[in-house]
């Protein structure tokens, strides 16, 4: 069983990282794409323009907190 605790916290440590707020903010970003395509829209600019907006919240957070 050891194994396999390791094996998930070691991608729970990938995945989630420092920041489960990017994480899960990029969860809902695939989501989101899935149920636009699902009605037919082309989704491609959901991910990149997801993940640009959490990755500049997440410096915003970063920089308030250190300074």
């Not at 070691?10 to 395509?37: H, M, P, Q, S």
């Not at 989704?43 to 990755?55: C, I």
């Amino acid at each position: 069983m050891s194994y396999l605790r390791s094996f998930v916290l070691f991608w729970w440590d990938f995945i989630v990282g420092d920041d489960w707020r990017l994480a899960a903010g990029v969860v809902l970003a695939l989501g989101l794409c899935e149920v636009l395509v699902h009605h037919g829209v082309a989704a491609w600019w959901v991910l990149p323009a997801a993940v640009a907006v959490r990755l500049a919240v997440s410096l915003r957070r970063a920089t308030r907190a250190n300074g």
